[in-house]
């Protein structure tokens, strides 16, 4: 099992620039996640889907879209970057189904840059 | 509301010494809590979990936490420290019921820092 597999593993933006972080996961968890890390923050969540065909916003949605294609794959578009965007990005997947499973599992991260 | 407050941005031991890394939450119900580790330039790794057995809980390499219901505490210790626990750790809490089952709650971390 590959686990989760984020693409790509950098990027460099300028400013209004748009770009799709693409996850995907094969451990067919039903909840998939995208967080954002700045330094001295720990990490805070962008958009979540509970299941394939759901999504929700988290902390900080703004400037961000998503997509749960499949029960796999769950993509974060970045429509017009802006340089407050410049972070690491991690997708995290999670059978959430009773308590003792909602350990989420995460990608090796994205780290974007928005000059 | 659910929140976790780890009480130590940066600790530095020396190796062979203890680790102590302190984090407290808050919760409406009855939480999970993990601890996980990210390594330099790497994603995150699960170093251990409660939820609601054993209020010990013992994790990968030599760590331990210990959930304190009454302190609202959840602790990370080591007996040992190894120059390869050096990186940061975060705190975390989900909700085990309610519209918020699964989302997680992140401490900013402790960046545990270990010398020779």
């Known amino acids: 099992n590959a686990g989760v597999t984020q693409t790509p593993k950098f990027q460099v933006l300028k400013t209004g620039q748009s770009m799709t972080l693409q996850c995907a996961q094969d451990m067919n968890h039903n909840s998939m996640y995208w967080y954002r890390q700045d330094p001295g923050m720990g990490l805070r969540l962008i958009y979540y889907?509970?299941?394939?065909?759901?999504?929700d916003k988290g902390e900080v949605p703004n400037g961000y879209n998503v997509s749960r294609l499949n029960k796999r794959e769950f993509s974060l578009r970045l429509e017009s970057a802006a340089p407050s965007q410049t972070s690491v990005y991690f997708c995290a997947s999670s059978y959430t189904g009773t308590p003792s499973y909602n350990e989420q599992f995460f990608g090796p991260g994205t780290r974007l840059t928005v000059l | 509301a659910q929140s976790v407050t780890q009480l130590d941005s940066h600790v530095s031991v020396s190796e062979g010494t203890p680790v102590l890394l302190r984090c407290n939450y808050s919760s409406s119900y009855s939480p999970s809590l993990f601890w996980y580790v990210q390594h330099p330039n790497k994603g995150l790794q699960l170093l251990l979990k409660y939820t609601s057995a054993a209020t010990l809980v013992k994790g990968i390499n030599g760590f331990e936490a210990e959930f304190k219901k009454s302190e609202t505490s959840f602790h990370l210790t080591k007996p040992s420290a190894h120059m390869s626990d050096a990186a940061e750790y975060f705190c975390?809490?989900?909700?085990?019921?309610?519209?918020?089952?699964?989302?997680?709650?992140f401490g900013r971390g402790t960046q545990l820092t270990v010398w020779p």
């Open positions: 889907s509970a299941s394939e065909g759901t999504t």
């Open positions: 975390v809490v989900s909700e085990v019921r309610g519209s918020t089952l699964g989302r997680l709650y």
